[in-house]
């Protein structure tokens, strides 16, 4: 079983006992594995994994819960202003369409964005 899975499982297990329950504050705050986004390029796929599991939502949504919490936001910027390969990799998901409503183009330069359009549907 991979990390991600038995992430969203566990969080599943919390959500359904206590419905209030901030998954995306826990892991921020619990989970060291994921408070190192700029070291672990793996982790920012697997967090997302996580998230679609646990909620059921899409790709958007999972980045809109994400970043709505600013620790994450913090680390994801980081990330982009740290490692040239991220950076590339939003820049092009920028251009191709499917990563302008999470981050945009200030120059050459990734930024996150702080709102958005719609606000994602949670479970």
């Known amino acids: 079983m991979s990390d991600w899975y038995a992430a969203a499982t566990f969080y599943r ?45 899409s790709i958007d949504d999972a980045h809109h819960l994400i970043l709505s919490h600013a620790g994450f936001r913090r680390l994801a910027q980081k990330a982009i202003d740290t490692d040239a390969s991220c950076a590339d990799y ?9 990563m302008g409503n999470v981050a945009e183009l200030k120059g ?16």
């Open 90 to 98: 939003v820049r092009r998901g920028i251009r191709r369409g499917s």
């Open 13 to 57: 297990g919390r959500i359904a006992a206590d419905p209030d329950f901030d998954v995306v504050g826990d892991m921020f705050v619990n989970r060291a594995a994921w408070n190192r986004i700029a070291e672990r390029p793996n982790s920012w796929p697997e967090l997302v994994k996580t998230i679609r599991q646990v909620f059921g939502v």
């Open 108 to 123: 050459d330069r990734p930024v996150i964005r702080l709102t958005w359009r719609a606000p994602p549907q949670r479970l």
